[in-house]
């Protein structure tokens, strides 16, 4: 049967097989309050890993793993050429749920199971990738496994990097039997299936996001220095008050992200006050800085905005303000044509469906710089990750698979 | 000879006495930074008394030492009769300075000694105070032994208090032998010359304070909860963000400082941001508020504008605020005659003057519930006090000597 998408009855993936799937991995590392810990490179990764590529051999596909310990699920097509993958990881943070990655990952396997019940072979093979530590939570840096493939950082670098009680993470893949020799494929397209992570197709009733790109993010470490003084026998005009000059910074964030477009976000996560007394004026505020945009102009923009604000605050308040940028990661845009495609699929499968940007890195960032790349997402419960109670709903995840197994078929073509 | 100021000639005290007074009392307890750290009801503090109640021996006074081990120097007058008083504190904070404390104490002395020297016999005696424990760092509460003195702590609470060490106020009495059993006598009138603690005076040029009273304090501990989400993946709009909102509310704190009169002040001194992570978005901040003012009205006014300013914060962020109230010290006005007495005299003596208010708790605050009380402040460096660096200038201390031994004359009239 050829995989021609116009003629096809319009197959959907088994939403029950694939919720049981998610179930059954994060049954390894279940946490008290229902979540998974299942750090990289851990036994327990291990067997989440060794439960997966079983299901993957049992689809049919042969396993090959790199020396950074990626997983490649190759199910063979009718030519020998380049594969459409799909993938995401298993790895969760410290206290995680049971979607983030994993989702992504399965959804891979369902749609090849759904396609062996359908007895369909594509013409380009499809391939399904479980990428190494993208947590970072036990090894940094973040998303080790696609860096390295997308050659962002060296494997040399990364196998040497070390948890917190000394364990390489070269030692580590080899003690759970994930160091490999192989080569990794080279893709002809990849897509990535993932949770929001965010709280907007939710807000907006939205089944399934087309992810138009990743934001670029910048990210600074700000320090205050104004005057520690008594509270009481300082008039407030003779103050040089660092926590005052640093909420009105923190305002400023929120101005320069409100009025700059291209998904512009401003954050202020981190403070620390100086010498943090009742009584004491603050002399000194330490607080960081996290600007994320679709557009590198904009975000440039954004920064300089920032600048300006800085130092009209320091002039007024009689205080030096200094900023460091920590972390530049640029904006990363995904295949205009797969999005366009995702967006198309998802209506034509009686989903409603929004572009979005992904405001959090993924995989699908760095495997962006080898091949076209999109990313599909579904809504999660409160928009909330990387916590135990992370939540999604059979039908949203479901929705979002049914739409990788066609996008990956039109791919496939 | 009769204590007359209007036909005396204008006697002065002598500056450099004075000022080696208060070296020879910093060498107790000196730090190798040039301060003082001389805690309270230790060997050290046991030293200082010892060396300041000999001197006052040596200028005729007659020692006693109450149960709270507040020590009271008196110097005879022609009547037996409420003595007028001067006095202060020589316990220091653990990174103290030479002045804040000791200068009141000593100044006393100096007046004693010059009146000697001049051969003066004052109407109704004088008395020299040394309060225990102002500064509180060892053991609380602050300004425990004028709080005794005044009935604002009855006596077996504060003898009960303990250190971190576990050594109660009375074992610490007793050990330094300051555990004494008289009767503490009220007053006539009491002084209290201290270094301002404060940038006024300096500022402008101004050499004696002459104090109306001590700004009344109400302290919130404020808690504003509102959801932590990921920097990246939550659109600026969808955010609780509660630092953005603590932001606004420090802004408030300044902005209804500046909106009242009567010595108003506000400061935000102390924050704890949570989880505090550079991209997560703070779901629960929490922050002091420190609101003084010279009226009591006044100063419920100013809370009552914060309470409102919280209120629409939170409805607008979608947070919840919670202000609790932890302290509230009412104003203290003091005497308008001997106020107005210190003013005058300092003109005579031919310094600049002017009145202002006390923003921190001083002995005289609870002394002045018992008696007719003023203080005299003088200036001190950059207005920096309870630190190694805290200075003062030897012609301005003994200014303000010059203006209590006046003052103090024309009260024991």
């Known amino acids: 049967m050829a995989a021609n998408p116009a003629t096809l009855p319009r197959l959907r993936v088994n939403a029950d097989r694939l919720w049981n799937s998610l179930m059954r991995l994060a049954a390894i590392g279940a946490t008290e309050k229902g979540g998974v810990r299942r750090l990289a490179l851990t036994d327990l990764d291990r067997q989440g890993r060794d439960l997966v590529t079983g299901w993957l051999r049992d689809a049919g596909c042969t396993i090959s793993v790199d020396a950074i310990g990626n997983v490649f699920a190759r199910r063979p097509g009718r030519r020998d050429a380049p594969p459409v993958a799909v993938g995401s990881h298993i790895d969760t943070q410290p206290s ?177 006050v100086s010498p943090n007394s009742r009584n004491v004026i603050p002399g000194r505020v330490d607080f960081t800085v996290d600007f994320r945009n679709a557009r590198a102009e904009t975000l440039d923009a954004m920064c300089a905005d920032l600048q300006r604000s800085a130092a009209d605050v320091a002039r007024r308040h009689g205080v030096d303000v200094a900023l460091t940028e920590v972390v530049h990661f640029p904006p990363c845009a995904f295949d205009p044509v797969l999005v366009g495609s995702i967006e198309r699929l998802a209506a034509e499968l009686g989903h409603s469906v929004r572009r979005l940007a992904s405001g959090a890195g993924h995989d699908a960032v760095y495997v962006a710089r080898t091949c076209p790349t999109a990313m599909i997402f579904v809504p999660c419960d409160g928009g909330i990750s990387h916590n135990e109670i992370e939540n999604a709903r059979p039908e949203h995840l479901a929705a979002g698979a049914d739409v990788l197994l066609h996008a990956m078929l039109e791919a496939a073509r």
């Open 96 to 272: 995680g749920g049971k979607f983030d990655g994993n989702y992504g990952v399965l959804a891979g396997l369902e749609v090849l199971r759904t396609l062996d019940d359908a007895g369909i072979v594509t013409e380009r093979p499809l391939t399904v990738a479980i990428w190494t530590n993208e947590e970072g939570t036990r090894f940094t840096p973040v998303m080790m496994g696609s860096g390295v493939y997308a050659g962002a950082f060296t494997l040399e670098h990364c196998l040497g990097q070390r948890d917190l009680d000394g364990v390489s993470v070269g030692d580590a893949l080899a003690a759970i039997g994930y160091d490999g020799r192989a080569t990794a494929p080279a893709f002809a397209a990849y897509f990535e299936p993932h949770i929001e992570q965010g709280p907007v197709l939710e807000r907006e009733g939205i089944v399934v996001g087309a992810v138009e790109g990743a934001l670029g993010q910048r990210w600074f470490d700000a320090v205050v220095t104004g005057q520690d003084a008594h509270a009481g026998p300082t008039p407030i005009e003779m103050r040089r008050d660092a926590l005052l000059a640093a909420a009105e910074l923190v305002l400023e964030v929120r101005r320069i992200a409100q009025a700059h477009p291209d998904y512009a976000r401003g954050t202020v996560g981190q403070m620390r």
